[in-house]
């Protein structure tokens, strides 16, 4: 696995190797596929592509109720609609300016029939499950990444989106839905430089990047790369894709979207999960390239490394707006004070106190710099902003 500091890089020598890693184990079947991955026991269902069993074995428990039939004296049923990555189609009633507020739901149909479903890769690092399916006038094609060693599921979702909108018609929406069988159901969801806990109550909400249901001991977050209507009743967690409000633009959402999102399982609460860090590096993944060696490193300019309280992240490294010094934003994500500790500036480093918009606080002293590094104390929720010149 290639690691690399934040705003930094890594060299890596890639040489051939008669040894051959193993590739992850996939069993298929003609109702389900089951992936073994380090983490997790994942079986998808064919027909829909939902995955109707997830054995988390870090902390030896299944997150999906009834997602596959279990014999028992009463009865053997299962539940499709109750698992993980259900296609939900959502039909609200009619009403004016449909673009701006949510209104009744009258129908909801769980897309659980349908689906073409098969491995299209499998290798050391990844294997992957295209969905293919057609439903009303749209298209969905999916590719799911499950991973060897990264304790996470990727969807790669392509959607042509031809729903017509109207008063015959109402306001059709297409959500996916996440029922994870979980003893605590908290609902948080990130804003802007914070994170909001909210009812479970099943009312859609805007977050950022994230959203996680759960408790103290577990839960699950969903990440994703620009999709912001969010809705968690008791432990479902739901994401909208597209949408189509009427009002003003009866052609809203219609069109292809391409839409990434990802399913993370962890134990504890979403800040000692990292999920904030996780969401952050799901939306600016490492970019692997060609590079001249130099025994194992590349030459690069100044990146910060930062230590402290583990709530306390980078925001942002820029350039100033005006002139050669760097902007370093700092964003305390738990909502609980803390202390930055930025290392690594080069001897003659200053460091100032800005406004957000990058302006020079003059009546507050200079961050003091020793043995290259300097600390910051943070409230809860506090974004900073340091000028630094190197």
Same mark, same amino acid.
């Given at each position: 696995?290639?690691?690399?500091?934040?705003?930094?890089?890594?060299?890596?020598?890639?040489?051939?190797?008669?040894?051959?890693?193993p590739s992850i184990e996939v069993a298929e079947g003609p109702l389900y596929i089951t992936v073994e991955t380090d983490a997790f026991t994942v079986?998808?269902?064919?027909?829909?592509?939902?995955?109707?069993?997830?054995?988390?074995?870090?902390?030896?428990?299944?997150?999906?109720?009834?997602?596959?039939?279990?014999?028992?004296?009463?009865?053997?049923?299962?539940?499709?609609?109750?698992?993980?990555?259900?296609?939900?189609?959502?039909?609200?009633?009619?009403?004016?300016?449909?673009?701006?507020?949510?209104?009744?739901?009258?129908?909801?149909?769980?897309?659980?029939?349908?689906?073409?479903?098969?491995?299209?890769?499998?290798?050391?690092?990844?294997?992957?499950?295209?969905?293919?399916?057609?439903?009303?006038?749209?298209?969905?094609?999916?590719?799911?990444?499950?991973?060897?060693?990264?304790?996470?599921?990727?969807?790669?979702?392509?959607?042509?989106?031809?729903?017509?909108?109207? %008063?015959?018609? $109402? #306001?059709?929406? +297409?959500?996916?839905? &996440? *029922?994870?069988? @979980?003893?605590?159901?908290? =609902?948080?969801? /990130?804003?802007?430089?914070?994170?909001?806990?909210?009812?479970?109550?099943?009312?859609?909400?805007?977050?950022?990047?994230?959203?996680?249901?759960?408790?103290?001991?577990?839960?699950?977050?969903?990440?994703?790369?620009?999709?912001?209507?969010?809705?968690?009743?008791?432990?479902?967690?739901?994401?909208?894709?597209?949408?189509?409000?009427?009002?003003?633009?009866?052609?809203?959402?219609?069109?292809?979207?391409?839409?990434?999102?990802?399913?993370?399982?962890?134990?504890?609460?979403? %800040?000692?999960? $990292? #999920?904030?860090? +996780?969401?952050?590096? &799901? *939306?600016?993944? @490492?970019?692997?390239?060609? =590079?001249?060696? /130099?025994?194992?490193?590349?030459?690069?300019?100044?990146?910060?490394?930062?230590?402290?309280?583990?709530?306390?992240?980078?925001?942002?490294?820029?350039?100033?707006?005006?002139?050669?010094?760097?902007?370093?934003?700092?964003?305390?994500?738990?909502?609980?004070?803390?202390?930055?500790?930025?290392?690594?500036?080069?001897?003659?480093?200053?460091?100032?106190?800005?406004?957000?918009?990058?302006?020079?606080?003059?009546?507050?002293?200079?961050?003091?710099?020793?043995?290259?590094?300097? %600390?910051?104390?943070?409230?809860?929720?506090?974004?900073?902003?340091?000028?630094?010149?190197?």
């Open positions: 696995m290639a690691r690399a500091p934040a705003f930094g890089t890594a060299a890596y020598t890639v040489q051939e190797d008669d040894h051959e890693a079986r998808i269902h064919r027909p829909s592509g939902a995955i109707v069993a997830l054995q988390d074995k870090r902390a030896g428990r299944e997150l999906v109720g009834f997602g596959t039939r279990r014999g028992s004296d009463y009865l053997d049923s299962a539940r499709v609609d109750l698992a993980l990555n259900v296609m939900q189609v959502v039909d609200e009633r009619f009403h004016d300016m449909s673009a701006w507020h949510l209104d009744d739901v009258t129908a909801e149909t769980s897309l659980i029939d349908g689906a073409a479903c098969e491995v299209v890769e499998t290798g050391p690092v990844r294997a992957v499950i295209a969905v293919k399916r057609r439903f009303r006038q749209s298209r969905l094609e999916q590719r799911i990444v499950l991973y060897k060693q990264l304790p996470r599921i990727d969807f790669e979702t392509i959607v042509d989106w031809r729903e017509p909108s109207g %008063r015959e018609h $109402g #306001i059709p929406n +297409l959500k996916v839905a &996440f *029922n994870a069988r @979980l003893g605590q159901a908290d =609902a948080w969801y /990130e804003t802007p430089y914070a994170a909001a806990l909210r009812p479970a109550d099943g009312q859609e909400v805007p977050a950022l990047r994230w959203a996680d249901v759960g408790g103290a001991d577990y839960g699950v977050a969903l990440l994703n790369d620009g999709r912001f209507g969010h809705d968690a009743l008791g432990s479902r967690l739901r994401l909208t894709l597209v949408r189509s409000a009427f009002d003003p633009d009866p052609m809203s959402d219609m069109g292809e979207h391409h839409v990434r999102y990802s399913l993370v399982p962890h134990s504890d609460d979403w %800040r000692k999960a $990292g #999920i904030t860090r +996780l969401a952050a590096g &799901f *939306n600016q993944p @490492l970019i692997a390239r060609p =590079a001249p060696h /130099e025994g194992g490193r590349l030459n690069r300019a100044w990146s910060p490394r930062l230590t402290g309280s583990p709530g306390i992240l980078i925001a942002a490294l820029k350039r100033a707006q005006h002139g050669a010094a760097l902007v370093l934003r700092l964003q305390e994500s738990f909502g609980e004070a803390g202390e930055a500790v930025v290392e690594g500036l080069p001897q003659g480093s200053h460091a100032q106190n800005a406004t957000i918009t990058e302006e020079v606080i003059d009546d507050i002293p200079d961050i003091p710099i020793h043995d290259g590094r300097f %600390r910051l104390q943070m409230r809860p929720w506090q974004v900073a902003t340091v000028v630094v010149t190197v």
